[in-house]
């Protein structure tokens, strides 16, 4: 599925399916407003809201020869980019159409930029936070699938790197492939299903399990998940000190502070708290009739 095909979908469940006419409606200018302070994200998303809502839901009648129905696409003028910082009171797009297609698409309007622009602030929080360290911060696959596309785009202005969208695009040998398949033969599945470009990593959840890992050497990157501090560090240690260069990440950091993790020496650190808290303190908007 396209961005496309999944606003299409939020809209469905929002509109539902009834008949909407425009034919008598006013052309309205909305002004999108911050109600806080934060960093604007997701309004690459506004012009394709817009078009789905009136192509897809709006009939389109045959008028009277002497009253044709006008038809145009709103117009648009953005007064802040996506990843600029806003204020309160701040205007950030100014929207001219017809009425009733901008009051439709409005809920869906503000719930994507209030969403997306609460991960963005967070995570470029957290990366300023990190600015002397090497390490990079990765996302996770803990949030709803149809939304993953806008959160990851939202993330990645924040300045975090995006793992992978789904079991489609990389292989990750998991703690309960472990258990199912034992390492070995879990490890023979992923190079298996392995395509040309495309890495393996394994999750390792003790110092056993990272002997195994290491001597069996056909991963690419090694995951360490829920591990403290000092564990990291040991860990890392004896990865770096294989011939093979290893990618690792950290995982499970629970309430470890992202600059303490750093300093362990890894190469990434994933967390769904980027995604999860970024979501659950999104920017206040509105968006009101000014003309």
Same mark, same amino acid.
């Given at each position: ?88 009171? %701040? /205007?950030? !797009? ?7 297609? =901008?009051?439709? #698409?409005? *809920?869906? +309007? ?109 991963? %690419? /990157?090694? !995951? ?7 564990? =990291?560090?040991? #860990?890392? *240690?004896? +990865? ?52």
């Amino acid at each position: 599925m396209t961005p496309r095909d999944i606003l299409k979908q939020l809209l469905h469940h929002d509109l539902g399916f009834d008949q909407y006419r425009s034919d008598n409606a006013p052309q309205k200018t909305f002004s999108i407003k911050a109600k806080s302070s934060g960093v604007l994200s997701g309004t690459i998303y506004i012009p394709t809201i817009l078009d789905l809502v009136e192509r897809e839901f709006f009939l389109r009648p045959v008028g009277p020869a002497h009253l044709p129905v006008v038809w145009g696409a709103p117009t648009f003028r953005g007064l802040k980019q996506d990843g600029e910082t806003v204020s309160s009171g %701040d /205007v950030v !797009m100014n929207l001219r159409g017809n009425a009733e297609v =901008l009051l439709k #698409a409005e *809920r869906t +309007i503000l719930n994507m930029l209030s969403r997306l622009s609460g991960i963005t602030m967070f995570v470029s929080r957290e990366v300023k936070r990190m600015t002397h360290a090497q390490a990079k911060l990765l996302d996770t696959r803990k949030d709803p699938s149809l939304l993953r596309v806008f959160d990851k785009y939202a993330f990645e202005l924040g300045g975090g790197h995006p793992h992978r969208a789904g079991f489609y695009d990389g292989i990750i040998v998991k703690d309960n492939d472990i258990a199912v398949y034992g390492l070995k033969r879990a490890i023979d599945r992923a190079c298996a299903r392995r395509r040309f470009l495309t890495k393996i990593e394994v999750e390792v959840g003790s110092e056993e399990t990272l002997q195994a890992v290491l001597a069996d050497g056909r991963v %690419d /990157v090694i !995951m360490l998940d829920n591990m403290a501090p000092a564990l =990291l560090t040991r #860990a890392v *240690r004896q +990865i770096r000190f294989e011939v093979k260069p290893y990618l690792i990440e950290a995982s499970g950091i629970g309430g470890y502070d992202l600059a303490t993790i750093a300093e362990t020496g890894v190469d990434y650190i994933s967390s769904s708290a980027f995604i999860t808290q970024g979501a659950g303190n999104p920017l206040d908007l509105s968006m009101k009739v000014i003309v």
